[in-house]
């Protein structure tokens, strides 16, 4: 690795650390030094964002002339918080402001008339949605016949007919790949409610927008990196950086309700990683509206004082564990049904199935589930006593979902959503041939290659290498997740230095020693039990490693997780 190497020495990094950044395409000295020092003034100017400065110009309006301002967003958490950063910012800069998010059995994703006709008839002069509203033709149309502004901030696929964008009618359409050459199409609803917020501060303030509402943009960044890392969008350029300093933010956010959740998911004081927010924190927010109603969730992010934050945590706590049991239960349905249908053979190369008695709330995770499973693209949809089936779907790389049911769309009531995730209505009657269709498309675009996971190795290395100042300089590179996966290293003929034991409640993990050239470091394997009966005391392996730190009774050491092992 003599690039590497050179990299290394000038800017002193391991050549471990130098080898992934040009592995990743940033090879510059100066390109090296932003990436492992994220930094605010990175981000895009807001008026770079299509659509915004109008937006804008017409939300400062609204806050002069004192004009009530509803927020309409989504009810997972990207749009919870991306409702919630528009909610702090515009109530800071003193405008009238209240917020709507549907119900997601009752009403449904995104905009519906009905809503919009209330929030009309309730007074609002200037609906914002968030998160949602690209394909709200028919909604936007209401708010038109009512004389009621509407701006649109979306980041998911539009409609389009005859190879011509359908778009509703509002004053502006604010979304990264809509018109002009944003250079993060990747922003999620809450980064791009991040960044209207900045947008409606400098129209307001003026281009550095002052020091109290910078402030208050900088406390932001802690529900902009909640919606980036829960909605799965890439974590590169700006995206990596909200994320990056809104993790530093969420464990001293003034948000009440952000404490709460942190102290029911017991991490207050801990240093928080996309892996607590995306496994621990999204979960509890996310069961609002997958087993209710998520207003209880924006409540707990927006006007919550310090009991009611934390009754609403102690809530959202038992609804997560209720939602949990439903999804173990809906996943065994589903595995069944995948198997009687033999989509779970070779020749399949995509899943959609549906039943009645599914929780419309828990599909879309039992989706990503079974892609983890089998690595198909995966729609699941769940048929109401009426005859009617709400769909959620998950993707692998390169297949392209929102596009699959855009092929499908003339069987649909609905559909939207993006590339890796999207939803869908759609009438009983027509599963089967919407089924056909489905994998008829996912056989015609994906190639076999595309069905295998593979692990992407950074480099080659030796357990010698595994010391505190390489997990340390490794974690520099995070936060990690979708489009900046986590190092993964490959160690070549170590030995198994004690024979390997189960561990777990169930014997599940794989706990193992490792030698090589005198160094001895522990290993665990999860869900790789089975690899006890495999390997012996003395086997030469190769292994793929994550390295890593473990506390335990206030001692810390260096240990590995391992992702794959090779006999032979």
């Known amino acids: 690795m003599p690039e590497a190497a050179a990299l290394a020495d000038r800017i002193r990094v391991s050549p471990i650390v130098a080898q992934i950044l040009l592995n990743r395409g940033i090879t510059s000295d100066a390109e090296c030094l932003s ?52 909610y702090h910012a515009l109530t800071g800069l003193g405008a009238k402001v209240r917020t709507y998010i549907p119900h997601r059995i009752e009403e449904g994703y995104g905009l519906n008339p009905e809503a919009i006709a209330k929030l009309c008839d309730e007074g609002a002069g200037l609906i914002v949605t968030v998160d949602c509203g690209v394909t709200a033709i028919a909604p936007a149309a209401v708010a038109a016949e009512r004389g ?3 701006i649109v901030t979306d980041h998911h696929e539009w409609k389009v007919k005859d190879g011509v964008a359908e778009l509703p ?26 960044k209207l917020a900045w947008g409606v ?7 550095r927008v002052g020091e109290h509402f910078k402030q208050l943009l900088v406390e932001m960044t802690a529900l902009a990196a909640l919606g980036t890392i829960a909605d799965v969008v890439p974590l590169v350029g700006e995206n990596r950086i909200l994320a990056s300093f809104g993790l530093q933010c969420l464990p001293q956010s003034k948000i009440l309700g952000i404490a709460a959740l942190l102290e029911s998911a017991n991490l207050r004081g801990e240093k928080l990683d996309a892996f607590h927010v995306g496994f621990l924190l999204a979960p509890r927010l996310n069961a609002a509206g997958r087993m209710g109603h998520a207003g209880l969730a924006l409540e707990l992010l927006t006007t919550a004082g310090e009991e009611r934050a934390a009754e609403i945590a102690a809530y959202l706590e038992a609804q997560n564990r209720e939602r949990q049991a439903t999804e173990r239960q809906t996943l065994t349905e589903v595995t069944e049904e ?45 048929v109401n006593e009426e005859g009617v089936g709400s769909g959620s779907g998950r993707s692998i790389a390169g297949f392209h979902l929102a596009a699959a049911l855009g092929v499908c769309g003339d069987l649909l009531v609905s559909h939207g959503g993006h590339e ?35 692990l992407k190795l950074e480099c080659e290395t030796g357990l010698g290498m595994m010391t505190a100042q390489l997990v340390n300089e490794l974690g520099r590179l995070g936060p990690f997740g979708h489009g900046n996966r986590k190092p993964l290293l490959a160690c070549r003929a170590v030995e198994v230095a004690a024979a390997p034991r189960r561990v777990g409640k169930t014997g599940d993990h794989l706990q193992i020693s490792l030698r090589q050239g005198g160094k001895v470091i522990k290993g665990i394997a999860f869900n790789r039990g089975d690899l006890a009966d495999v390997l012996r005391e003395g086997q030469r392996i190769d292994v793929a490693v994550e390295p890593s730190f473990n506390e335990w009774n206030g001692r ?4 590995v997780q391992i992702r794959d092992v090779r006999v032979g």
């Open 35 to 86: 990436f492992l020092k994220p930094s605010l003034k990175l981000l895009h100017e807001p008026a770079t964002l299509p659509g915004l400065t109008t937006a804008a110009a017409r939300i400062a309006k609204a806050v002069r002339d004192g004009e009530s301002i509803a927020i309409y967003g989504d009810y997972d958490v990207d749009g919870i918080t991306a409702s919630s950063i528009l």
């Open 148 to 150: 009621v502004d509407l």
């Open 169 to 194: 009618v509002a004053v502006a359409i604010v979304h990264p790949r809509l018109g002009g050459d944003y250079p993060n199409p990747y922003l999620c609803g809450a980064g791009v409610a991040f």
């Open 201 to 207: 501060g400098q129209a307001i303030h003026g281009a």
């Open 338 to 382: 995948i198997a009687r249908l033999g989509d779970d053979a070779e020749g399949c190369h995509g899943i959609l199935v549906g039943r009645r008695g599914w929780h419309p709330g828990v599909i879309g995770i039992v989706a990503s589930r079974v892609v983890d499973r089998l690595h198909r693209p995966t729609v699941l949809v769940a």
């Open 420 to 454: 890796m995730a999207a939803g869908l209505k759609v009438k009983e009657g027509r599963l089967p041939e919407l089924r056909e269709r489905f994998q008829a498309h996912a056989r015609a675009t994906i190639g076999a290659e595309m069905l295998t996971p593979e």
């Open 556 to 559: 810390v050491s260096v240990e």
